[in-house]
């Protein structure tokens, strides 16, 4: 995955997933290949949530591409192609390299995140490393902008091999099929991240030389970088370990994690909550516009993977921290497991801000309490997304447009990048945290 936006604002709304459920939907009479806008434009009458506030002047004018351009950032269709596409990338199933970056001028390709299992991953790449220069054969080539970048990458097809530079290290990569992983565990003396298996899955690997020496003895650190494939289940694997290991103290990286699907949301919630009740408990609340509400309930769970009142929890966000991520956030503050102070939210520097520029969001989260559906024509194979509903954490509170920060009483983290080479934002954090004992 390579983000081709130079832009920190842009990079979000097209890193942020909305929260999206997948419904197939069968409208009567609008179903013919040849009749797609019919079928758009009732989909949008009957489900979407800001149809009351939208511009409908001339839509029935409008080819399909306009009238999408009038839905919110959020809202959109998509071919048959497309929607394929979509599926398989939200699946886990990508080719690429598997890196999203920004692109600082004086300095180079600054990684922001790397998916866990990608080529990138393997070959040694992370966030934070700045990329200057690219090599294939014997030509070298200075990233001194990012079209020159991605002109680079472009000119390789799949399992083609070159290397990547920054100004102290090579990797020597190549844009591949493979399944991502979601999470990774880190604690004072080794790691868990999720592999290539020979079914195709994944399996959990360990690897010492990711540990974070700087972790307590009693802690552990787990990133979760998406609510999607198999995110559920991998935090089940970890959630296994960090009990096994009678860890006490969790630290939960949601920084840079746009969300993803209510399903997998709600089965990763159910790791707490079904360690303290045994009926059915609210994951969130969603509102249609037609005053209908909804519940969804965490899933419930069992076994080794639980995790217990007593676990002291740590969350880390940032303005990236958005939707499904925000929604966990809801669940476990709703039911005791996370106080406000215990959520440590990035504190941009002004360094990043005027690189950003003006639209650029710092000391909160990014603010997304509202939901998106999938409808799909089954005459074509098209698909639109559209915000169907609000939404809320079980406790009451809705986060849309206000976000959290230190109003709600979470601690601010200063942090010199959305990305730093050894994440000084987080052994910041841990230094606040063993300052608190």
């Given amino acids: 995955m390579i983000n081709y936006k130079n832009r920190p604002l842009k990079i979000l709304v097209s890193v942020l997933s909305a929260i999206l459920i997948l419904i197939a939907t069968l409208l009567s009479g609008c179903l013919f290949s040849g009749d797609t806008k019919a079928w758009m434009l009732k989909v949008i009458e009957s489900n979407y949530y800001f149809y009351d506030d939208m511009n409908k002047e001339g839509l029935e004018d409008l080819s399909i591409e306009e009238i999408a351009a009038r839905l919110d950032i959020y809202s959109g269709y998509y071919t048959a192609e497309e929607y394929e596409r979509e599926i398989n990338d939200n699946d886990g199933k990508k080719i690429g390299l598997g890196i999203s970056s920004n692109f600082v001028e004086g300095k180079g390709v600054y990684v ?144 840079n994690n746009g969300g993803g699907y209510v399903s997998v949301m709600q089965d990763i919630a159910g790791y707490f909550v079904s360690s303290i009740v045994t009926e059915d408990r609210v994951a969130m609340t969603a509102e249609y516009r037609n005053g209908r509400k909804q519940l969804w309930p965490c899933t419930k769970q069992k076994g080794a993977a639980l995790i217990s009142e007593d676990t002291d929890i740590y969350v880390l966000a940032n303005s990236g921290t958005a939707s499904a991520s925000e929604a966990l956030i809801g669940v476990l503050v709703s039911y005791g497991f996370l106080d406000y102070e215990d959520i440590f939210i990035s504190d941009f520097s002004e360094t990043y801000l005027e690189w950003a520029g003006a639209g650029a969001k710092t000391a909160r989260t990014y603010g997304k309490g509202i939901m998106q559906s999938t409808f799909v024509n089954r005459g074509t194979g098209e698909a639109l997304t559209l915000t169907t509903a609000r939404i809320g954490w079980p406790n009451g509170k809705c986060i849309h447009d206000v976000a959290l920060s230190e109003k709600d009483g979470c601690t601010l983290s200063p942090a010199e990048w959305t990305a730093t080479k050894n994440d000084d934002e987080l052994r910041g954090i841990i230094e606040v945290i063993n300052g608190r004992e």
Wanted: aromatic share 14%.
């Fill in 112 to 255: 922001v995140t790397v998916v866990e299992n990608s080529p990138a991953r393997e070959a040694g790449i992370t966030p934070g490393d700045i990329i200057v220069s690219g090599k294939s054969g014997d030509k070298v080539t200075q990233f001194t902008s990012y079209k020159i970048f991605t002109d680079f990458l472009l000119a390789f097809g799949e399992d083609e091999e070159f290397t990547l530079s920054t100004a102290d290290k090579d990797f020597t990569v190549a844009k591949s099929d493979y399944t991502a992983g979601y999470t990774f565990m880190a604690t004072s003396d080794t790691a868990w991240e999720f592999a290539s298996a020979a079914d195709g899955g994944l399996y959990p690997r360990e690897n010492p030389a990711r540990a974070r020496d700087y972790l307590p003895d009693d802690a552990a650190y787990i990133n979760l970088s998406q609510f999607f494939g198999s995110a559920p289940a991998e935090m089940g694997v970890l959630f296994e370990k960090f009990n096994a290991m009678e860890k006490k103290t969790m630290i939960l990286d949601l920084r």
